[in-house]
């Protein structure tokens, strides 16, 4: 039976701080030695692997509906597919303890992040991004050490970082 990773949501509005936020969880995880994946929910109907006039991107371009690129150290796919955000998570491999996920389905997460500029788009946050409050972590942005009864969590900070990723360690049910 394959190991269920620990799936962290990061949710947010456009430019609310969610890239950085996962890119401090996934950098303090991966410091301590654990197996981490990362997934991307974007609303941009196209992607591509490269830049154009690269190999990849004209293998992309040309109609293929798989594409797999290959170095001596890391291997990219591309698929021609919609996939929705569960079957995205079974295709995670089994070495990996955790799932930071860039938006993705809240309501699927084990925990979630909730990405705020400011306060004032709490209410429209949680409402389109439809997260359960009973999923929330915590909150990340520069606003304080709690809002709302969560805690806040400034990724900007290196204690902040290190208290949001000892609380998703906690939530995991690692020491």
């Known amino acids: 039976m394959k190991p269920i990773p620990y799936l962290v949501c990061v949710a947010g509005l456009k430019n ?7 890119t401090a969880i996934i950098t303090d995880l991966t410091a301590r ?10 609303h941009v ?3 591509t692997l490269d830049h154009r006039a690269t190999d990849s991107y004209a ?4 109609g293929a509906s798989f594409v797999l690129v290959q170095s001596r150290e890391q291997s990219l796919i591309l698929e021609r597919s919609i996939r929705s955000f569960e079957e995205m998570i079974r295709r995670v491999p089994d070495t990996v ?13 084990d925990a979630v992040v909730v990405c705020l500029a400011d306060t004032s788009k709490w209410a429209e946050t949680v409402q389109v991004r439809r997260i359960p409050r009973a999923k929330i972590l915590g909150l990340a942005g520069p606003f304080g050490q709690s809002f709302n009864g969560f805690p806040v969590f400034d990724a900007g900070d290196a204690g902040g970082r290190e208290s949001l990723v000892e609380r998703i360690l906690k939530g995991a049910g690692y020491p």
């Open 45 to 47: 109907a196209r992607l």
């Open 59 to 62: 293998l992309a371009e040309s």
């Open 16 to 22: 609310s701080g969610k890239t950085t936020v996962c």
């Open 97 to 109: 303890q955790f799932i930071i996920s860039e938006g993705g389905v809240a309501d699927a997460a």
């Open 33 to 42: 030695g654990y197996s981490v994946a990362a997934l991307k929910s974007s």
